[in-house]
Every structure is written in C-alpha cells, then in structure tokens.
C-alpha cells in the first residue's frame, strides 16, 4: 500500500514532533553553548549594562529553546508508534515503485545489501509488488513459470546472501531498472536473507533518537549548572 497524499492530523503531530527534534543539534550548539559565553563573569561588570542585559535576555531565551527541545521530545516519544507506522508505511510504497522508480531501487538495494535483509517484515513483502500492469504480470509469469504456477516469486538481486552463487549465475533475469532472482532460484530460500528490513530501520531511528536526546540532557544540564553560576556569582556581589 502506498502512503496516501492527503496528511492526517495524527501524522501532522508526529512530523511536528520530528521537525522539532531534529533542530536540537544546531539549537544546543549556538545558544546552549552561546549562553554560557555570555554568562562568564566578564559580562557581570557593572560598568558592561548593556550587554549584561543582553546575556540576560540570551538567558530567556536559551530557556524558551530549552523548553521546546523537551516538548519535542514528548511529542515524539508520544507518537513513536505512529511514526514507525508511517515508516513501514513508506516501506511498502517503496516497494509498489521498485521496479519502476531508480529512487526507490537504488534506496532497496543499498538498504537490504548493507542490512542483510529483505521486504518490509520478510522476503514474502516482494510477492506481486513487481508488476507495472495486469498484461505484464501474465506476460513475465509465462516467462518465468511455464509449468503453470500462479504466483511468480521474484525478489531482488539485493535480498541474496552474501557471495552464494546463484545470485550470481544464470538464475538472474533483468526486468526494469534492476535485476531480479527468478523463481527456480528460490526454490531454496536459504539463499536469501529472510529477515525485514523495517526492524533495521526502526533500530537505527531509536538510536539516533536516543543519541540526540542523550546530547540535549547533557547540554540543558550544562546550561542549568550555568545559571546556578550566575546565580551565585551575582548574590555574591
């Protein structure tokens, strides 16, 4: 199924929720660290008005984005289940333009060849995904199955475990944009890798979430430690 094109509110919330964490790298390297500067003790001269007030004012606002990296935070960990869902969602569109989009290919390829994976939850995602029209699913399951099969089993040259030989022998077939395994190849299915690619995806997003939230706890921590600082040092004078 492919990702519809109208957005629903709920997907609107999880982008929002997305956008939001992904501006927590740039946001704490120029104001976390650009707060700190300013709250040093040169700018607590009495004769530096000025630009005392404006590490003041640097100060509020560093506590706006503060604030906003936590609500991205909790949009995201709120909508994480629909935000896995719009994932395999787009998964699976990938897989309808496969054969006929080089994107979507390239994007396959390179994903199942480096995670050693293939389809969405199983190698089975690929079974009539490949075909543009009805004509050419009857004209490729002639080709392909002349003992009267009725399901074609095709997958990627990409799904292949490494250096097995019929991913590089005769039992390839060019269709489009790729090449394709043909289905006395997969007889044996232990030539291709059956797992999905979806739980390597998934894997890799919650570590690049967790890593950038990880990140944004120790830099909002530096910047509260700054402030206890400032604190200090001004009840001091």
């Not at 997907?11 to 740039?26: I, P, S, T």
């Not at 390829?109 to 199983?122: A, D, E, I, P």
């Not at 944009?177 to 890799?204: D, W």
């Amino acid at each position: 199924m492919l990702v519809s094109g109208g957005a629903t509110a709920t997907k609107q919330l999880w982008l929002l929720g997305l956008r939001l964490l992904q501006l927590v790298d740039v946001q704490a390297v120029l104001l976390h660290g650009s707060s700190i500067l300013l709250s040093n003790r040169f700018f607590h001269d009495p004769y530096s008005r000025h630009l005392n007030g404006m590490s003041h004012l640097w100060s509020v606002l560093t506590c706006c984005c503060m604030l906003t990296n936590l609500l991205a935070m909790l949009l995201f960990f709120r909508f994480i289940s629909i935000t896995y869902s719009t994932v395999q969602d787009s998964l699976y569109g990938g897989l309808e333009m496969y054969q006929f989009d080089s994107v979507w290919s390239d994007f396959w390829n390179n994903l199942q060849t480096h995670s050693q994976c293939c389809g969405v939850q199983n190698h089975t995602d690929w079974t009539g995904m490949l075909w543009e029209t009805p004509e050419k699913e009857d004209q490729f399951r002639r080709l392909l199955l002349p003992d009267g099969g009725q399901t074609p089993a095709l997958v990627p040259i990409s799904c292949c475990r490494k250096q097995h030989h019929h991913c590089t022998g005769e039992e390839r077939i060019n269709l489009g944009v790729t090449e394709l395994l043909r289905t006395a190849a997969l007889h044996g299915t232990s030539i291709i890798n059956h797992t999905g690619c979806f739980a390597s995806v998934q894997n890799s997003l919650a570590s690049t979430v967790r890593l950038i939230s990880t990140l944004d706890v120790i830099l909002c921590s530096m910047q509260v430690s700054g402030f206890k600082c400032k604190r200090s040092s001004t009840i001091a004078a």
